[in-house]
């Protein structure tokens, strides 16, 4: 079979404020089929075998769109423009999840069967999309697939080419992620992102198991052993470093070359 993504999830995915307003408006009274239900026009087809499960046609929801965004080659590289962006991305989320039983059903779906909203959306320069959605509810402990990676080792592991981390593929450049770490409060984002594991100081006993699940997944390490402060430092980014080591990161966790986090000599570009 094939799919057609229809109106409403192109104009989430481009993240059209003005365009998904105007097609809700059409339907007042049948958003729970717009943005409840699979959101794909399908076309009889040959049956064919499927060698994966991936072949399948997906259950692409809006809200699956808007945290994927625009395709790769319209990626905003600019910082302004990332920024502006990334606040339509996150106007969209609110627009999609204003509903409470829409916003239920919705924000931990899984597209392809693996990936939630949050999962599509895991990426340095989209941070403020992320809490918006974990704002709305969305579960920092699934994990993509069933192994992982954690959320904070996919969040920083995506400004890296090599990383097989996040499901967010772009090519970042060094200049860029440095310059974007620099104009972020990282400490507060990790704070909020983190903020299910905070002490609430009422049951010990779960303030303690809370710290260690938080300083597990600040430390995680991918299959080449690096952590995510391997990542911030070999990409110079200053405020995620200072965030990581302060929520606990190890600064001698080697990884499987035996190198510990650190920054590479001036002039030269990250080797992770």
Not at 54 to 82: I, K
Not at 84 to 107: E, F, G, Q, S, W
Request: with cysteine; glycine share 4%.
């Amino acid at each position: 079979m094939q799919a057609y993504i229809s109106p409403i999830t192109a104009g989430a995915k481009h993240h059209n404020v003005d365009g998904v307003k105007a097609l809700l408006a059409l339907f007042p009274d049948d958003h729970n089929r717009l943005l409840a239900t699979t959101d794909t026009v399908l076309v009889p087809q040959p049956p064919t075998p499927l060698r994966d499960p991936d072949d399948e046609v997906p259950v692409l929801l809006p809200l699956h769109a808007a945290a994927m965004g625009p395709s790769r080659a319209s990626v905003p590289w600019a910082l302004d423009d990332c920024k502006d962006d990334c606040k339509a991305a996150v106007d969209m989320v609110r627009l999609l999840t204003a509903d409470a039983a829409i916003c239920a059903a919705t924000i931990n779906a899984r597209y392809r069967r693996h990936y939630t909203p949050l999962h599509l959306a895991t990426s340095f320069h989209r941070m403020p999309l992320m809490l918006a959605l974990v704002e709305r509810g969305a579960d920092i402990e699934a994990l993509a697939r069933q192994n992982g990676p954690g959320l904070i080792l996919s969040l920083f592991s995506s400004v890296s080419r090599s990383s097989c981390c996040s499901h967010v593929q772009f090519e970042f450049s060094p200049w860029f992620v440095a310059e974007l770490d620099a104009s972020m409060d990282v400490m507060a984002m990790l704070t909020q992102l983190l903020g299910r594991y905070r002490p609430r100081g009422k049951d010990a006993q779960l303030d303690a198991q809370n710290a260690a699940t938080r300083v597990a997944l600040i430390n995680e390490a991918d299959a080449n052993g690096n952590t995510p402060l391997h990542f911030a430092m070999a990409y110079r980014m200053h405020r995620s470093t200072a965030a990581l080591l302060a929520l606990g990161a190890w600064a001698n966790a080697a990884n499987h070359a035996g190198q510990v986090p650190s920054a590479p000599p001036p002039g030269e570009k990250p080797s992770i």
